[in-house]
C-alpha cells in the first residue's frame, strides 16, 4: 500500500487535504482544545461554559453550537482569529515536509493559514491562490483536470468570519444546500475526479466525518485512490474504510509522552519516506530553511 500511496505523491495533481492535526505541531488547539477554550471564554464572561464542557465529552459539534449560539458575530471573529493564532503561528517542519511532497493541489478544513504561509516560504517561485466556500466562480475554476496550485478552504478562513462552518447548525447548511451549496458541489467533484491524501485527522474528528457523508453519496464502490495516513488504525478500521468509502488507510504507530498523551514524531518520518528527491539547490536551500527545533504535538 505505501508503495501506490508513493505513486499518487508522485502526481503534481493529487490533492493533499490537511486536517487539525497538523496545525497541532505549530502548537494550535486540537477540535477538543478549542472547545476548551471557547468554554474558557465564556467563564471569563460569566456565560454557561459548562453546558459546552459537559457535550464536549460528547459531541464535539454540538458543543459548537451551543457556545457559539452565547457569543455575537464579533465576538467569534476574535475568538477564531485568536485560537489560530492570526499572524503570530509560524509553520512547522511537518508543514515543510508536506508542500514538498510532490502534489500541488490542497484542501483544508482548518482555518488557519500555516498551509499557504508554508507555500509562501518553501515554494516561493510557485504561485498559488487561496479559495474559500465565498467565491463560487473560483471554485468552478479549480475543479477543472487541469488546474494546480490552489489551496480549497470549504469550512472556511479565520481572516474571513463569515465563511466559517463550525457549529452543527452551519454543517447542516454545507451539507443541505443554502449559500454554500456551490462549496460542497465542488469538494465533491475533486473527491470524486482526483486522487485524494488526508493527512492530520483522526476517525472520530468531526470533519472527517463529515466528509464520510460526503464520501458516502459518491462512493459506489469502483476504484478510488484515497488514502489518509494515520495513527494507530487496526485491521479492522482498514477494512471498514475501504470497504465501504474507499479510502485505504495508511497506519503510523504512535508511543506515549510523559503526561499521557500520543507522540506522533513517527509520522515525520513516514514523510520522509514519500519525499521527492530534490534539486542540490532546493536541498541546501531546505536545511538553511529548516534549522528550527522539531517539537511533539497532539494529533
Known amino acids: 500500500m505505501n508503495e501506490q500511496l508513493k505513486q499518487a505523491l508522485k502526481q503534481e495533481d493529487t490533492i493533499l487535504f490537511i486536517g487539525s492535526g497538523i496545525s497541532c505541531w505549530s502548537g494550535l488547539p486540537s477540535w477538543t482544545g478549542l472547545l476548551n477554550q471557547l468554554a474558557d471564554l465564556l467563564q471569563s464572561s460569566s456565560r454557561d461554559a459548562e453546558l459546552v464542557r459537559k457535550e464536549i465529552k460528547q459531541d464535539l459539534l454540538q458543543a459548537a453550537s451551543y457556545g457559539f449560539d452565547q457569543l455575537t458575530p464579533a465576538e467569534i471573529g476574535e475568538f477564531i482569529r485568536k485560537a489560530c493564532q492570526l499572524g503570530t503561528a509560524a509553520p512547522h517542519e511537518i508543514h515543510r515536509k508536506i508542500v514538498s511532497l510532490g502534489p500541488r493541489c490542497f484542501i483544508t478544513t482548518n482555518y488557519d493559514q500555516l498551509l499557504e504561509e508554508s507555500l509562501r516560504k518553501w515554494q516561493h517561485g510557485r504561485p498559488f491562490r487561496t479559495v474559500t466556500n465565498k467565491q463560487p466562480f473560483e471554485e468552478a475554476?479549480?475543479?477543472?483536470?487541469?488546474?494546480?496550485?490552489?489551496?480549497?478552504?470549504?469550512?472556511?478562513?479565520?481572516?474571513?468570519?463569515?465563511?466559517?462552518?463550525?457549529?452543527?447548525?452551519?454543517?447542516?447548511?454545507?451539507?443541505?444546500?443554502?449559500?454554500?451549496?456551490?462549496?460542497?458541489?465542488?469538494?465533491?467533484?475533486?473527491?470524486?475526479?482526483?486522487?485524494?491524501?488526508?493527512?492530520?485527522?483522526?476517525?472520530?474528528?468531526?470533519?472527517?466525518?463529515?466528509?464520510?457523508?460526503?464520501?458516502?453519496?459518491?462512493?459506489?464502490?469502483?476504484?478510488?485512490?484515497?488514502?489518509?495516513?494515520?495513527?494507530?488504525?487496526?485491521?479492522?478500521?482498514?477494512?471498514?474504510?475501504?470497504?465501504?468509502?474507499?479510502?485505504?488507510?495508511?497506519?503510523?504507530?504512535?508511543?506515549?509522552?510523559?503526561?499521557?498523551?500520543?507522540?506522533?514524531?513517527?509520522?515525520?518520518?513516514?514523510?520522509?519516506?514519500?519525499?521527492?528527491?530534490?534539486?542540490?539547490?532546493?536541498?541546501?536551500?531546505?536545511?538553511?530553511?529548516?534549522?528550527?527545533?522539531?517539537?511533539?504535538?497532539?494529533?
Open 141 to 299: 475554476d479549480i475543479i477543472q483536470a487541469r488546474t494546480l496550485d490552489f489551496v480549497f478552504k470549504p469550512h472556511g478562513d479565520a481572516g474571513d468570519v463569515e465563511s466559517i462552518v463550525l457549529t452543527r447548525e452551519q454543517y447542516r447548511k454545507l451539507l443541505e444546500g443554502g449559500e454554500w451549496r456551490h462549496a460542497l458541489e465542488s469538494l465533491k467533484t475533486l473527491l470524486v475526479t482526483r486522487r485524494v491524501v488526508y493527512l492530520g485527522f483522526g476517525l472520530r474528528d468531526p470533519d472527517f466525518l463529515l466528509l464520510r457523508d460526503v464520501l458516502a453519496n459518491t462512493w459506489k464502490g469502483g476504484t478510488r485512490d484515497h488514502y489518509a495516513i494515520m495513527a494507530d488504525v487496526g485491521s479492522g478500521e482498514i477494512g471498514y474504510w475501504r470497504k465501504n468509502y474507499g479510502i485505504h488507510l495508511v497506519g503510523y504507530q504512535t508511543s506515549e509522552l510523559r503526561g499521557g498523551r500520543p507522540d506522533h514524531s513517527r509520522l515525520l518520518g513516514l514523510l520522509d519516506e514519500f519525499l521527492q528527491p530534490m534539486t542540490p539547490t532546493a536541498a541546501a536551500k531546505g536545511v538553511a530553511d529548516t534549522s528550527l527545533e522539531l517539537t511533539r504535538s497532539e494529533e
